[in-house]
């Protein structure tokens, strides 16, 4: 594809963003009404055209119910995929509405109802229009917040999802390019202005790119950053993989026999690097939890205390009655260190306060 970041996207670079789709059986398409997902689907309207055999295309808009514009703007899409020839639902976020926290409840709600929209169209995946800009911003957001490897390896090109899969052909496109081919096109998008308001973190974030790209941060090399955390952090998956499948060889780390329960040599587990013990910890926490996955601080704040208990006497460390030496519940998961083995399993149940 060409690097001019301006420049239109050609019919032959569209069958190359598109290419790993051709042999789906349907494809729900996201779409807001914004430049990004209008780009999107007018791109895969004339790509599904070219083919002689491809993808059903579904398109698919989201109104949240936050903006009295938001009917309009599914109204336009419609009438845009009319034109496409393509079929369009609009789906509707019912309910209450969060007091806090607005922008990631309507982000989990769009993928859920996304989700419902691909079971019914029977298609493999959802395809969204995030583009290089946006995995720019979320490399930010993470950082701030002080994400791990995983996390600042920000969006991957297919991820699941509500129990659906993500595809996002557009990720190492520029904005900028996606406007262009609007532009020649002679195609009408909306203008969502949550986009610019200063109360929401990515507007902020937004608006520091200009300051950063003038000392070599642009979205780019933000991107790239990206990529390059996401083969890092792909290696170190490998790694942990291996750890497991090494300590269960020796009889160090294991299913229980009931498989309701991990267990771990403590000294074979004390053994490995600090960034696999973590790994292999969130793994068994998050399988054997009932209350999401676990925050990555707290699982350091759990290893941290794990070490002390491997290095220190039950004297200093404060073994817990019962010779447990530690025992702790972490998203919903009971964590226990006690005669030289860590155990984690599902946490009882926790009691509803006496009315």
């Known amino acids: 594809m060409s690097e001019d970041d301006d420049s239109p996207i050609s019919a032959l670079d569209a069958r190359r963003l598109f290419a790993d789709w051709r042999e789906a059986p349907a494809l729900v398409l996201a779409v807001s009404g914004g430049p990004d997902s209008i780009a999107l689907m007018w791109l895969m309207a004339r790509w599904r055209r070219a083919l002689s055999r491809g993808p059903r295309l579904v398109a698919v808009t989201v109104d949240h119910g936050l903006r009295p514009e938001a009917a309009r703007e599914a109204r336009d899409v419609k009438r845009l995929a009319q034109e496409l020839d393509l079929p369009h639902r609009t789906l509707r976020w019912r309910g209450e509405k969060p007091n806090t926290g607005v922008p990631a409840a309507a982000r989990e709600a769009r993928y859920r109802l996304l989700a419902q929209a691909a079971r019914s169209a029977g298609a493999s995946h959802i395809v969204t229009a995030h583009t290089r800009d946006d995995q720019a911003e979320t490399v930010l957001m993470r950082l701030l917040r002080g994400s791990g490897l995983a996390g600042l390896a920000a969006m991957k090109r297919v991820s699941p999802a509500e129990g659906a899969i993500l595809a996002r052909p557009l990720l ?103 960034e696999i013990r973590l790994r292999l910890l969130m793994r068994a926490v998050n399988r054997f939890g009932h209350e999401g996955p676990a925050e990555l601080g707290k699982l350091e704040t759990l290893l941290a205390q794990l070490d002390r208990n491997f290095t220190e006497g039950p004297e200093r460390s404060g073994s ?36």
């Open 320 to 355: 817990k009655p019962g010779g447990f030496r530690l025992k702790q519940t972490l998203a919903g998961a009971l964590v226990s260190l006690k005669t030289g083995q860590i155990r984690i399993e599902p946490a009882p149940a926790r009691r509803k306060p006496a009315r």
């Open 172 to 274: 190492d496109v520029p904005k900028a390019r996606l406007l262009a081919t609007l532009d020649k096109a002679k195609i009408d998008y909306a203008d969502d202005p949550t986009n610019r308001d200063m109360t929401f973190t990515r507007p902020r974030l937004r608006a520091l790119l200009p300051a950063l790209a003038a000392e070599g941060g642009d979205a780019r090399a933000l991107a790239r950053l990206a990529t390059r955390l996401a083969r890092a952090n792909a290696a170190v998956e490998v790694l942990t993989d291996g750890a497991e499948r090494y300590l269960a060889l020796k009889g160090q780390g294991a299913l229980h026999a009931d498989r309701t329960a991990m267990v771990f040599d403590a000294s074979a587990f004390a053994a490995l690097p600090e």
